[in-house]
């Protein structure tokens, strides 16, 4: 059980990606490559991702014995390993992908951002039957974007269990960003409990994973920063509510492994570079629970790329990655090591991998932050004092023409009494992303000014709260960040590179609350947990739509919806960027525009795997 | 025992016909908790008794079977009062279940009286405000007796894993029904303060004292009976779920 995974010479090294100079022509290169030597009865972790590519690729998804952090464990893997294979293809080819289920039980590859037709886009229920046992199933679609994408089953979940793997699509132009070498860094976590199980560990107790609550012990602690009483109030205030400030994250390092390219943190992923170099890295966040908090000690990033569209170039030293989010960043390192550190958001492990020179050198792994609280601000409570923005000019509302007035807030201060303990640390966040948006006409603004007031629908028994008053949040990296004196990126720091000529108006606004009760891990959609009977959202081809969603839960849910982007609402305009999921956090008003195009049976959940099973999903239709 | 498997029978129907139909596409949303909030020893000069504290739910998000049961065995005689009830349970707030069923009261030994008592029950349970728990319910016997209870713990977690647990509870009853120890009034109350260890989630010893006093009519029936008007015991026992 216990097989340590050797040192890192032992294994071939297999670094397809080590360059984009080889990325030229090769077929099928290393598609049937089922990884390394093994030790004892356990195949261990590759060191690096194996790449598939050309107009037919097969994947081939079956129980494997691996090792995971040097531990045996039976992962449902593709071509043998966790996480699969890299799948490289070039924008405008037609592609082939043959999925073959050796698993006993039905399976499913949905290609996580990619624009194919609906019957492809491998939801079973929705886009067809699933991909029965013992039968190969055929996507074939062309492929009309370029990026960083990925991969995923959406089979109950398997995803979990290892079902997922990195897609990248290299430009039919030439990438306007020249980096002389290429890391893709799948990010994920992984559980040497059954999925299921976790998920009736949740139901029985929703804060099973969480051992950092708030306890008498650390009540000190606490007081040294607010104030006993400070402290006290607080805690009260939220146990009034019956909510938990450290519920940052469902599932935890309690039992998760966090791993980078499927290596624990002491397996040290390694991408070799020499200095003066630029490097390309292109995050994928593929966990099934895991928001991670990325940087590289010493190293600044410039972001060129969020969930595979290109954006206008930003410097940041820190980025959170929502689940299902890709995020492409350049460096250019000069010192000789490292480290690529990402924090699970509740700050309960880490994945940690090195940049380096060779196979030897070490940077200094930093210590994880101490675990953040949520504020009252993510409770979604009325306060006055709030968002400085919520004073600003509101006649620039007439021209947003996207409804919401009548729940607009003007009375901004008029129940103010912040709590004592509130936490305006977040704040600092804001002014990073203010700056960018300066030159957003105002009109472009309205939906950011909003302040959406609740109405008295609490959406039912499965919802356990409500945010009284809901605001955009794209300024605010998030709880836990923006408080160390370095920079993190926010949404509305970013841009699409090449701004839409021109936005042809909305028709139609469609709301839609995010809900959830913690206490029995109910999730759902304005307090309905999905069930396949339930009417879908429609919508006709051509119709130019804006989703308004509103958190009225306390954590933050990455949104994602299938066969589309949609311009995320940062206050840009035409600039705003295109992205495929969307960070929602608590008590947050997100706002995102569509055409809708492809017509079909289109996927719409929380990309958090266990709040999709306990029914956070809907189903978009887009009638011809 | 045919007639309670019945109801058992009846309510698992009600539970499954209730369910919403399977969440996503993945399991059914059924689902299960069994567990002994208290089984432990208890210590006191007299009869040393086991106690026993079992909650359990079988079924989805919204309709649940519960099954609960409580009671006593002394250690020194072949005494024991103990209780079941089968409950069909609706989650009707955020917070709140309602909660419709049968409960049956079993008392052996040299007690008042060896006969069964059966009740319907009505009650809620639930997490008030300030992470109570709470367990409100009323009970009308077989023979039209009407009575009730409160119940609330609480879980203070002092670390991670050293928690406390403090529980009240609190029995009425309009009438009295003295073969069963029950005058009318006040009857009792028990207070309980259990310091536990989570060596798992599931899986947490403890010790603690637990006190119970009885009042009003409910006092002369317990000297009757010859029993103290009050008990002390010092407890040490298991709190486990699966």
Sequence with gaps: MNDRVGSPVQWPRRRFLASVATATGGIALG????????????????????????????????????????RGAVATTINGGVPGPEIRLREGQDVVLRVNNALDEDTSIHWHGLLVPADMDGVPGLSFHGIGPGTTFEYRFRVRQSGTYWYHSHSGLQEQTG??????????????????????????????EDPYR???????????????????????????????????????????????????????GATYT???????????????????????????????????????PGLAMQVIQADGMPVAPVETDEFRIAIAETLDVLVEPTRNAYTIFAEAMDRSGHARGTL???????????????????????????????????????????????????????????????????????????????????????????????????????????????????RSRVTEPGVGLGEDGWRVLTYSQLRSATPRSSNSP?????????TGNMERFMWSFDGEQYDPDMPDIELRRGERVRFVLINDTMMAHPIHIHGTFFELDVGACESNPLKHTVNVQPAERTSFVFTAEEVGRWAFHCHMLYHMEAGMFRVVRVRP | MSSPIVVASLMAGLVLWGSPAAADMGEPPFNHFVQFEELEYGFNNENNPLNWDNTSWFGGDWNRIWFKTEGEMSTVDPDLEGEAQLLYSRLIAPFWEFQIGLRGDLVTGDG???EGRGHLVVGLEGLAPLWFEVEPAI??????????????????????????????????????????????????????????????????PYLGISWNRAFAETVRLRQAAGRPESDLQGVAGLRFWF
């Excluded at chain 1, 990884?35 to 129980?63: F, H, K, M, N, Y």
């Excluded at chain 1, 920063?225 to 994250?249: E, T, Y």
């Design chain 1, 31 to 70: 598609r049937f490559v089922t990884g390394c030597a093994t030790v004892g009865s356990v195949t261990p972790a590759r060191r690096a991702l194996v790449a598939a590519r050309g107009e037919t690729i097969d994947l081939r998804i079956a129980e494997t014995r691996v090792g995971i952090a040097g």
């Design chain 1, 163 to 192: 079902i997922y793997g990195p897609i990248v699509i290299e430009p039919s132009e030439p990438d306007p960003y020249e980096a002389q070498r290429e890391y893709t860094i799948v990010l994920s976590d992984w559980t040497f």
């Design chain 1, 198 to 252: 976790v998920l009736a560990n949740l139901k029985r107790y929703g804060g099973y994973y969480n051992y950092q609550r708030r306890t008498l012990a650390d009540l000190g602690d606490e007081a040294k920063r607010m104030g006993f009483w400070g402290a006290l109030g607080d805690r009260l205030s939220w146990a009034r509510m019956r909510m938990d400030a450290s519920d940052i994250s469902d599932v935890t």
């Design chain 1, 258 to 296: 966090f791993l980078m390219n499927g290596l624990a943190p002491d397996e040290n992923w390694r991408g070799l570079f020499r200095p003066g170099e630029r490097v390309r890295l292109r995050f994928i966040n593929a966990s099934a629970a895991t928001y991670f908090d990325v940087r590289i």
């Design chain 1, 356 to 470: 380096a020179i060779d196979e030897t050198a070490t940077a200094r792994v930093p210590g994880r932050r101490p675990r953040p609280l949520l504020t009252m601000a993510d409770m979604g409570m009325d306060h006055g004092d709030m968002p400085a923005v919520s004073s600003m000019d509101h006649g620039s509302m007439s021209g947003g023409g996207s409804g919401g007035m009548s729940g607009m807030d003007h009375g901004a201060g008029s129940s103010g009494g912040a709590m004592p303990g509130m936490d305006h640390g977040n704040m600092s966040g804001m002014e990073q992303g203010a700056g960018g948006m300066e030159m957003a006409p105002a009109a472009c603004r309205a939906n950011l000014d909003v302040m959406d007031r609740h109405d008295d629908d609490g959406h039912g028994a499965g919802n356990a709260m409500v945010a009284e008053v809901a």
């Design chain 1, 506 to 514: 909305v028709t139609r606004t469609i709301e839609l609350h995010l």
């Design chain 2, 112 to 114: 008042p009286s060896t």
């Design chain 2, 139 to 204: 009970f009308v016997s077989h023979r039209g007796d009407v009575s009730a209870r409160l119940r609330t713990t609480y879980d203070l977690f002092i670390t991670q894993r050293l928690i406390v647990h403090p529980s009240f509870e609190m029995n009425v009853a309009i009438q009295s029904a003295q073969e069963f120890g029950v005058g009318s009034g006040f009857n009792d109350i028990e207070l309980g303060l259990r310091l536990g260890y989570q060596i798992a989630r599931e899986f947490a």
